[in-house]
């Protein structure tokens, strides 16, 4: 978004920024961001970082294809925080943006001191996290609406969205096109005990462990025993039993969402799934 022509004058330059990009950004210390008024439009959709010197800001929508400057469409009353995480997938903190201008802008003046990895995460008024990201941000990443565009970009589906996209694409039949080894869905009508020891464990190092091992970098890893892969599943958020299919570990593992080792559960995908459905217990 251009702010001003160079051929404008130094009196107009200062008017189109005012009325323009809303002046100056007032920005709030430690974890906040852009204060002053809040609702109605403020270029929902551009990229923030155009006219803003806050460290990062986007745009949360209803709708996952929506146009920029669509106020019809921005979800008012939407937050982001990141989950931040260590070397082994733990999260160690959250860092919360503020609602800016805009009905669904959000931004933060935070800057991290070094390297990071996050998982950025959307939350409604009251808290709740009603849709995160499927891989791991880093600060390259800051500026969200440079990838969360309305076709999508740099790996992003589209917009961010107040709800749980990666749960409607398993509602809806999963229409990315996989079809082997999760056709049955999330059911819950599976009756027979499935062990996380002797069902699953065995599975994950068949299928997972050649690419998460505990020197592989990734957050998910499968350890040299059962108990220390457990843990590091349930740990990480990695497993959903209030909508199992929405696990992460079965959306990559499925194949459902990007993953470099496609669908890699294949006909395992069942055990695995109904074991969630089970309540993922360590068993």
């Known amino acids: 978004m251009k702010c001003f022509k160079n051929s404008l004058s130094y009196i107009g330059l200062i008017s189109i920024l005012l009325a323009g990009c809303g002046g100056t950004s007032s920005l709030v210390g430690g974890e906040g961001g852009e204060g002053g008024e809040n609702g109605g439009l403020h270029y ?12 990062s800001g986007g745009t949360v929508f209803k709708t996952l294809h929506a146009s920029n400057n669509d106020l019809a469409n921005s979800a008012a009353g939407y937050n982001i925080r990141l989950a931040l995480k260590d070397s082994v997938g733990n999260t160690t903190r959250y860092v919360y943006y503020v609602q800016g201008r805009g009905d669904g802008n959000f931004n933060t003046s935070w800057i991290n001191g070094g390297a990071m990895q996050f998982i950025a995460e959307v ?4 808290g709740k996290v009603v849709n995160k990201s499927a891989s791991l941000h880093n600060q390259s990443r800051f500026a969200c609406n440079s990838c969360h565009t309305a076709s999508g970009t740099g ?11 990666y749960a409607s ?25 499935v062990s996380f020891a002797s069902s699953v464990y065995p599975v994950l190092k068949q299928k997972c462990q050649a690419c998460h091992n505990s020197t592989s970098g990734r957050i998910y890893k499968v350890l040299s025993t059962a108990a220390a892969t457990y843990t590091n599943l349930t740990s990480n958020s990695l497993v959903n039993t209030t909508t199992p299919a929405n696990s992460l570990l079965l ?8 993953h470099t080792g496609g669908n890699a559960l294949g006909t395992s995908y069942n055990t695995v799934l109904n074991w969630i459905q089970q309540g993922a217990k360590n068993n």
């Not at 039949?173 to 599976?190: A, I, L, S, Y």
């Not at 959306?251 to 990007?258: A, C, F, L, P, V």
């Open 123 to 126: 939350v409604d008024s009251n």
């Open 44 to 55: 929902q959709g551009r990229n923030c970082m155009d006219c803003h010197s806050f460290s």
């Open 155 to 165: 790996g992003a589906p589209g917009r961010i969205v107040s709800y749980d996209y």
């Open 169 to 193: 694409l398993n509602n809806t039949g999963n229409t990315g096109g996989n079809t082997t080894g999760n056709t049955t869905g999330n059911t819950g009508g599976n009756t027979t005990a």
């Open 251 to 258: 959306q990559k593992g499925g194949g459902k969402i990007s």
